[in-house]
């Protein structure tokens, strides 16, 4: 500008020579050396975004133009039509596996409509939601030109569909290692596998997940406790209903020295709960997510009443001082551990951490699979990448 003001132009049709500009610096600026000679008889090396349209080109993003003399062009300063920008944006994503729908979700694009496919496949990532016109049905306008503040929007969806923020869970088996950077959100281990025990890297690893960059629907730092039930064959066992200098509310009933059943079980899990608050060195516990790990691995009664009094205990402690809590578990672990979790117990309605995934993509699609128990949600999926677990935040 003539006052050296700088302006979006939000309104402006974006061109064939921007689009190819904007994909490079989507798909991270990757190295690459221009070609001396053209593939387009229209670009040359002087051409504006030359070394961005002829990337487009090397990738298969972009073909360009058949011309009837069989000469390919680029058409560098042609607008870019909603039908043609959901192509480019297929493509930049590898040309993912996609059935189109036989039934379209515009009312004006049918499965003979050019780049069909792409079109539905933009609108099932949510990249692209149409516009719904005045009698409600939605359209999809493909032969619109794409503007650029729209461009702007297509491009931050197709950025977090392809790079989702994910989150790493640590404890003790990570002390000394160099851990992941860059996450979202970070989940520490507070003990050293056993409930009894404390994790001898807490404070350093609780440092590392403050620089959690935050931004999804998991807070930035959260903790999870290892859980177990081991009966009076554990290095203690409770033998009233006080802990910590306090008479504890029991729902089972009174704790009797000897005792294995639910009434002991659930001081147990409350002790356990109170001592990872208050003896571990967790600074402000009530102002943290608490996520009980529950595994065969740990040691667990046969019955799995006790079991769930347990959990309950840990769950009735961390809600007692404003903390809220969740449940970390495979679905054949948590059903063998508790059985069926009634909806009168406290356990009922907190949310499910899932393990087991393959993969990024795996995890995100265990977001919709049902929770551990009835009137919970799955808020989280887990997955193993190189030597650490990541972590998907579902929606």
Known sequence: MPDNSKQYRPLLPVARDAMAAFMYRLAGSPA??????????????????????????????????VESDKSKTYRPGNSVGRDAMAAFMYRLDGSPAFTAPQNSPFTDVTPSTTFYKEITWLASTGISTGYTESDGSKTYRPLLPVARDAMAAFMYRFYQLTHPAVGNDVSWPQCGSTLPSGQAFAIVGVNGGRADTTNPCLSTQLSWAATSSGGTSQPAVALYVNTGNPG????????????????????YGNCTPGSVGAACSYMYGYAKAYDDATARGVVNPASFIWWLDVETSNSWSTDTAANRADLEGMAAYFISIGARTGLYSTTFQWSGITGTVPFTSNLYTLNSWIPGAASLADAKSKCTTAPLTGG????????????FDYNVACP
Do not use: C, H, M, R
């Open 32 to 65: 690459f050396t221009a070609p001396q000679n053209s593939p387009f008889t229209d670009i040359t090396p002087s051409t504006k975004f030359y070394k961005e349209i002829t990337w487009l080109a090397s990738t298969g993003i972009s073909t360009g133009y």
């Open 232 to 251: 009076t064959s554990g290095s203690w066992w409770p033998q009233s209903n006080t802990y910590g200098g306090k008479a504890v509310t029991n729902p």
């Open 376 to 387: 919970g949600k799955v808020a989280l999926t887990q997955y193993i990448s190189g030597a």
